[in-house]
């Protein structure tokens, strides 16, 4: 499964129309804690956060997660969708919860898998 399934299978908006979606998904990281994020992602993870800055792209890069999903209707700031745009990381956006979204990214890798 690559990005770009997870985008229409789950309804989620593309906020960097420039990302690559066609990066493998080999799973989900739920968190919100940048240091246990850094310490615990895990390569070709989508990454289910509140946060909105340029410091979770730098986290993206360093671990090689596949996207970012904002959850809750979060917002990326310009600075984080600057970074994005430089690491060519998708920055997505659902309106749902991180309960309600990781469990609906986990039946679908567990699908496909």
Do not use: C, R
Not at 2 to 17: A, C, E
Not at 23 to 47: A, I, R
Not at 69 to 82: G, R, T, Y
């Amino acid at each position: 499964m690559v990005v770009n399934d997870i985008v229409k299978k789950l309804n989620l908006k593309v906020f960097n129309k420039n990302a690559d979606l066609n990066l493998e998904v080999k799973g989900g990281f739920v968190g919100d804690l940048l240091s246990h994020v850094m310490g615990n992602s895990d390569e070709g993870q989508v990454w289910l956060t509140v946060q909105t800055h340029k410091n979770v792209l730098a986290i993206a890069s360093l671990n090689d997660l596949s996207a970012i999903v904002l959850i809750d209707n979060q917002q990326p700031d310009s600075k984080m969708l600057e970074a994005a745009e430089e690491e060519g990381i998708p920055v997505l956006g659902s309106d749902k919860s991180a309960f309600h979204l990781g469990g609906e990214l986990f039946g679908l890798l567990e699908i496909s898998s």
